[in-house]
């Protein structure tokens, strides 16, 4: 039984970690682009309301919440609008998506054209 818990909370750990440096690579990379482009990217965004939404969809399609992550903030300083945010949540497949690029990357490219469409 003690080697079956220890399994189990390896595992845990061992993922936990992986997915949360995978969010944090993601976060960094849109804090980097924000930062290269002194803040045009949220410009561009704020001002121009029709390509939110493909801009929500976009970011849902990277594994695991980062780009939940992203938005989220925006919407709560009134940045991106709601559907925005909808359209982020609707395209994420969350930390599922790690399984599924990893077991089945044809798969996947018709998952996330389908999330992306939806």
């Known amino acids: 039984m003690n080697e079956l818990l220890e399994v189990l909370l390896v595992s ?8 949360s440096a995978f969010v944090a690579v993601t976060v ?7 930062y290269a482009t002194d803040g045009a990217v949220i410009g561009a965004i704020e001002g121009n309301e029709r390509l939110q939404v493909l801009f929500g969809g976009l970011l ?3 594994p695991g919440c980062g780009g939940a992550i992203v938005v989220m903030p925006l919407y709560v300083r009134g940045t991106v609008s709601f559907g925005t945010v909808v359209a982020t949540l609707g395209a994420t497949a969350g930390d599922s998506a790690f399984v599924i690029l990893a077991l089945a990357p044809e798969a996947a490219l018709y998952a996330y054209a389908i999330a992306f469409a939806a």
């Open 12 to 19: 845990l750990r061992d993922g936990y970690v992986q997915v």
């Open 60 to 62: 849902g399609l990277t």
């Open 28 to 34: 960094l990379a849109f804090g980097l682009l924000q």
